[in-house]
């Protein structure tokens, strides 16, 4: 059974910072994207940064680059989204996801697998 498991969220000041985490397991990731999205209160989800398994290329979200980085390690089968600089409007509910299309998440914020979402709340 795949499960993707956020964590890391929590309350920050603007200007801080955040890293969430997705630990990745029950089949192998080396095929896919794995991505970072976010939803606030009465908006859209949103892609934020996703990353090639294999390879290691990024994509981001023009709001958040040069803020965020996200990176992966292959031993312990895990995403991270180290988020600096944060502002009240990168608060939202972060999901972590994965899929083997880039164009699913970073165009058509889809999936075939998603986390449950950890909260990030950024105050000014």
Same mark, same amino acid.
């Given at each position: 059974?795949?499960?993707?498991?956020?964590?890391? $969220?929590?309350? /920050?000041?603007?200007?801080?910072?955040?890293?969430?985490?997705?630990?990745?397991?029950?089949?192998?990731?080396?095929?896919?994207?794995? $991505?970072?999205?976010?939803?606030?209160?009465?908006? =859209?989800?949103?892609? /934020?940064?996703?990353?090639?398994?294999?390879?290691?290329? @990024? &994509? &981001?979200?023009?709001? /958040?680059?040069?803020?965020?980085?996200?990176?992966?390690?292959?031993?312990?089968?895990?995403?991270?989204?180290?988020?600096?600089?944060?502002?009240? =409007?990168?608060?939202?509910?972060?999901?972590?996801?994965?899929?083997?299309?880039?164009?699913?998440?970073?165009?058509?914020?889809?999936?075939?697998?998603?986390?449950?979402? @950890?909260?990030?709340? /950024?105050?000014?």
């Amino acid at each position: 059974q795949v499960q993707l498991v956020e964590s890391g $969220g929590g309350l /920050v000041q603007a200007g801080g910072s955040l890293r969430l985490s997705c630990a990745a397991s029950g089949r192998t990731f080396s095929d896919y994207v794995m $991505g970072w999205f976010r939803q606030a209160p009465g908006k =859209e989800r949103e892609f /934020v940064a996703a990353i090639r398994w294999s390879g290691g290329n @990024t &994509y &981001y979200q023009a709001s /958040v680059k040069g803020r965020f980085t996200i990176s992966r390690d292959n031993a312990k089968n895990t995403v991270y989204l180290q988020m600096n600089s944060l502002k009240p =409007e990168d608060t939202a509910v972060y999901y972590c996801a994965a899929d083997t299309h880039l164009h699913s998440i970073v165009v058509r914020t889809s999936a075939d697998y998603w986390g449950q979402g @950890t909260q990030v709340t /950024v105050s000014s």
